[in-house]
T-cell receptor, first 111, second 118 residues
Framework: DAKTTQPPSMDCAEGRAANLPCNHSTISGNEYVYWYRQIHSQGPQYIIHGLKNNETNEMASLIITEDRKSSTLILPHATLRDTAVYYCIATHSGSARQLTFGSGTQLTVLP | EPEVTQTPSHQVTQMGQEVILRCVPISNHLYFYWYRQILGQKVEFLVSFYNNEISEKSEIFDDQFSVERPDGSNFTLKIRSTKLEDSAMYFC????????????????FGPGTRLLVL
């Protein structure tokens, strides 16, 4: 699976959009980009995933560049409860693939 | 909304003792996983399980670890003789198998069991 690079930390004002970048320059054509987050020591929570096209769900939007070498997770209106470590993971499709978690980005939403 | 559950939430044990961590995956999911996270460190993959067999395991998953699906709902991780370094959060996850096209399955995680080995 391709290595991903994320900034170690970011701040965001409450109510503003949080834009979390991820670099995955060596991603291959059949690798998906997944985003999870972990609040304190709770279990990782799935947010969104995509392959080529931009994706949106009730939690967030995922913007993937045309060359697929980077992506951005957007939380449109960040709240204090969005303070967490956010992980960007590139993984192949297929069954029972292990997820390789990096250090992620610590997002702190400020009041 | 269906979710993965884990018991116990906390477990304290003496070094050398056996522990069994329990998980109830999301109903109708077919793939099951265990991960662990030592305090302050990354989440690490331990093992994946499908059709009553281990699909993949990491170097961490040595002979002291075993997994089992004893019935139609539970998925367990057994540590035979615990060591101090086994102290960690242990997360269970499960995923479905999608049919047609690219098979991509999202792993959903449980809340974890905090294991402390004294």
């Amino acid at each position: 699976d391709a290595k991903t690079t994320q900034p170690p930390s970011m701040d965001c004002a409450e109510g503003r959009a949080a834009n979390l970048p991820c670099n995955h320059s060596t991603i291959s054509g059949n690798e998906y980009v997944y985003w999870y987050r972990q609040i304190h020591s709770q279990g990782p929570q799935y947010i969104i995933h995509g392959l080529k096209n931009n994706e949106t769900n009730e939690m967030a939007s995922l913007i993937i560049t045309e060359d697929r070498k980077s992506s951005t997770l957007i939380l449109p209106h960040a709240t204090l409860r969005d303070t967490a470590v956010y992980y960007c993971i590139a993984t192949h499709s297929g069954s029972a693939r292990q997820l390789t978690f990096g250090s992620g980005t610590q997002l702190t939403v400020l009041p | 909304e269906p979710e993965v559950t884990q018991t116990p939430s906390h477990q304290v044990t003496q070094m050398g003792q056996e522990v069994i961590l329990r998980c109830v995956p999301i109903s109708n999911h077919l793939y099951f996983y265990w991960y662990r996270q030592i305090l302050g460190q990354k989440v690490e993959f331990l093992v994946s399980f499908y059709n009553n067999e281990i699909s993949e395991k990491s170097e961490i998953f040595d002979d002291q670890f075993s997994v089992e699906r004893p019935d139609g709902s539970n998925f367990t991780l057994k540590i035979r003789s615990t060591k101090l370094e086994d102290s960690a959060m242990y997360f269970c996850a499960s995923s479905d198998m999608l049919s047609g096209g690219a098979r991509v399955e999202t792993q959903y995680f449980g809340p974890g069991t905090r294991l402390l080995v004294l």
